[in-house]
């Protein structure tokens, strides 16, 4: 076996691959097998670096944390809203940028940008449009003001305003990829098709539901599974619109719990900080499995 | 139905950044279709016959002209609007839709008082897959069909609503050699069966000239020749013709004309009463040639193919344009590979002469078969 080894050169190959294997090992196989044994060390303490026990008290502890819950219940909401209404108007926004001609280019950049920008630099604007200040109620209650409705404090006034400023926000983040991605597939779509369905007469809404939107329908459901991994990884937006102080905000999401668990200002506890990520683990699998199962049966050719 | 085209001109404007010359893609094209036929429209690429066959069909607007079905004008009209059946040359059937679903797409899109009932439609698409024999594929996906296959749906596809006029856009060019021969005699019995007038676009000449019965010979635009497919062959108007029909292609020597007589370098070889004296462009079709011991023009022989019930001679001459000369002869006549040179006589109703500058043939006696 080991004379094999040397003979075939196989050495090399592992050689070559070295580079990649040491990086995944030490930054990603190694941190998941460390989190999942975390999470069943029940007391651990991270500076003496000792544990009482194993069992699933810190799942218990996790699931029974009003702010986890909480934080389980924002991300959902998040998840549930942004992604139909991210990929849905970025469809319509990808049809419209398909169906002209002058200036096509112009939109396509002015419809990307966000996706080029930074995050910050994006809270910072989304503050100048919802933010109190004692200057001014922010651009939006100006316009409220002006259509005679009363001012609403976006950012730190009732829970349905503040997840409205964050549900805008990540619509327009996450815009650009898909509307990206979406004029990508219609472009791909071959103009033949369109030219048989007009030989035969269709009209545009049963071209655009029989031919176009079949045609794209892999790239769809590549933005849906896509989109809901990265809503439910949820933090940086969070932070850059409320602060670090997520759980006070009530705004906190399970990446944010997470994070907050290892070392915000309550920090320190790297067993719950796993049980949490354990779950969010769980959640994302089962429903990237769902997802994968009503799209085989959807799309099948 | 006939077809009718009356002056068809189609001009794109230019794109080039330097200079915006605009193409002439069709140009004044006129020409009768008449009913129930089968034409072939013929030229090399680029020579606008997939232009013309999309004027036709109503995907492109002609930049003036008008075309006719029948006694209506059509010119205005969008092409669901006028009746026709398209076949596209790689087919474009919706992937997603099994083949069943493809043939009814056409007929589900009927509105208003021409809507068919559930069952009238169905019976409709068995009827179109019978008619191209693939009623036993109709739960299948376009990618699981062969091209053969594939290229019968699209057929189907196109004739399910019964068009006035059916057209296919290089209808064999998808095909494999065995199964281009085979479709092209299945369209020509659909085109017999249907009796819908059909055009279909090819750069394969003998694709043209075996099922069509009109062919219309193009070139940058411009129609050169239309006709029976053997009168265009035996009287071709101009050398493009000429080289464009037959394989192996015509021969083509550069000769000239002496007191009636054709020179081929410096033999004479032919008499050619009526033509002027002058330099002219010899076309001489491989099966003109006829080996004869004391005949008038001299070849090298550069080798020998027999091909089953032919026999090809490859030869060389120094005044021809090909790099080869290419006489076939019947397969029984003796050839003796080791000679160095060959003699032929001509037969007169195979050689065409061109005038060398404009390469508009030129007659002479005896010329036309």
């Not at chain 1, 040397?6 to 090992?25: C, E, R």
Request: hydrophobic letters at 45%; one cysteine or more; proline letters at 5%.
């Amino acid at each position: 076996m080991r004379k094999r080894f040397f003979h075939d050169n196989g050495w090399k190959g592992w050689l070559y691959l070295l580079p990649a294997i040491l990086f995944l090992g030490v930054f990603l196989v190694y941190p998941l097998i460390d989190v999942w044994i975390y999470s069943f060390e029940e007391g651990y303490n991270s500076a003496a670096q000792t544990y009482f026990g194993i069992g699933s008290y810190n799942y218990s502890y996790v699931l029974h944390d009003p702010y986890f819950l909480q934080a389980v219940k924002n991300t959902f909401i998040l998840v549930v809203i942004t992604v139909p209404l991210s990929t849905g108007i970025a469809l319509l926004i990808s049809l419209g940028l398909n169906s002209i001609r002058p200036l096509k280019g112009l939109f396509q950049s002015v419809f990307f940008l966000p996706y080029v920008t930074n995050t910050l630099a994006i809270g910072l604007v989304f503050m100048i449009l919802f933010k109190k200040t004692a200057y001014s109620d922010g651009m939006v209650n100006l316009l409220i003001h002006w259509f005679g409705g009363n001012s609403v404090d976006f950012m730190e006034g009732p829970y349905w305003a503040k997840m409205f400023v964050l549900c805008v926000y990540t619509v327009w983040v996450v815009m650009p990829f898909k509307i990206l991605i979406l004029t990508s597939a219609l472009a791909s779509v071959n103009q033949e098709y369109y030219n048989a369905a007009r030989v035969d007469g269709t009209s545009s809404f049963r071209i655009f539901t029989r031919i176009t939107l079949p045609m794209i329908s892999p790239m769809i459901f590549y933005l849906v599974i896509t989109g809901f991994i990265g809503a439910f990884k949820a933090y940086s937006d969070v932070v850059a619109l409320f602060g670090t102080n997520l759980n006070a905000a009530g705004m906190n999401t399970m990446v944010g719990y997470i994070y907050d668990m290892l070392y915000g200002d309550s920090g320190g506890y790297p067993s719950y900080a796993s049980a949490a990520a354990i779950l969010l683990f769980v959640i994302v699998l089962t429903i990237t499995c769902i997802n994968l199962l009503i799209g085989r049966r959807k799309i099948d050719y | 139905m006939k077809v009718v085209l009356q002056n068809l001109t189609k001009v794109f404007p230019g794109r080039g950044r330097r200079a915006k010359k605009a193409v002439t893609a069709v140009g004044d094209f006129s020409y009768e279709i008449p009913d129930g036929k089968l034409i072939g429209l013929l030229g090399p690429s680029g020579c606008g016959k997939s232009t013309t066959l999309h004027l036709i069909s109503g995907l492109q607007k002609p930049t003036s002209g008008r075309i006719f079905f029948g006694e209506e004008d059509v010119t205005d009209l969008p092409p669901e609007k006028r009746g026709i059946g398209l076949v596209f040359q790689n087919y474009a059937l919706y992937p997603h839709l099994t083949v069943e679903q493809n043939i009814l797409f056409p007929l589900q899109n009927f509105k208003g008082k021409d809507k068919l009932p559930k069952a009238r439609m169905l019976e409709k698409a068995e009827e179109a897959s019978r008619l191209v024999q693939i009623e036993d594929l109709m739960d299948r996906r376009p990618g699981e069909l062969s091209g053969g296959q594939q290229q019968r749906v699209a057929i189907a596809r196109a004739l399910v609503k019964m068009p006035k006029v059916l057209l296919l856009d290089e209808p064999l060019s998808n095909l494999d050699a065995r199964l281009r021969l085979q479709t092209r005699e299945e369209i020509r019995r659909i085109q017999r069966e249907t009796g819908i007038t059909t055009i279909f676009v090819t750069h394969d000449q003998e694709e043209a000239m075996s099922i069509s019965d009109q062919i219309v010979v193009m070139k940058e635009g411009n129609v050169q020749q239309t006709g029976k497919p053997q009168e265009v062959y035996d009287d071709p108007v101009n050398l493009f013709v000429a080289r464009f029909l037959g394989t192996p292609p015509i021969n083509v020597f550069v000769g000239h004309v002496q007191g009636s007589r054709l020179y081929i370098g410096a033999d004479a070889v032919l008499g050619v009463a009526g033509v002027p004296d002058g330099e002219v462009y010899v076309g001489v079709r491989p099966e003109g040639f006829v080996p004869c011991k004391d005949g008038s023009l001299t070849c090298d022989l550069k080798g020998v193919e027999v091909m089953g019930r032919d026999t090809s001679l490859v030869l060389a001459n120094e005044v021809s344009l090909n790099p080869v000369v290419r006489a076939i002869i019947g397969g029984d006549e003796p050839v003796d590979e080791k000679v160095q040179t060959v003699r032929f006589e001509l037969k007169s109703g195979k050689v065409f002469l061109f005038d060398r500058e404009t390469e508009k043939r030129l007659y002479f006696e005896g010329s036309r078969p």
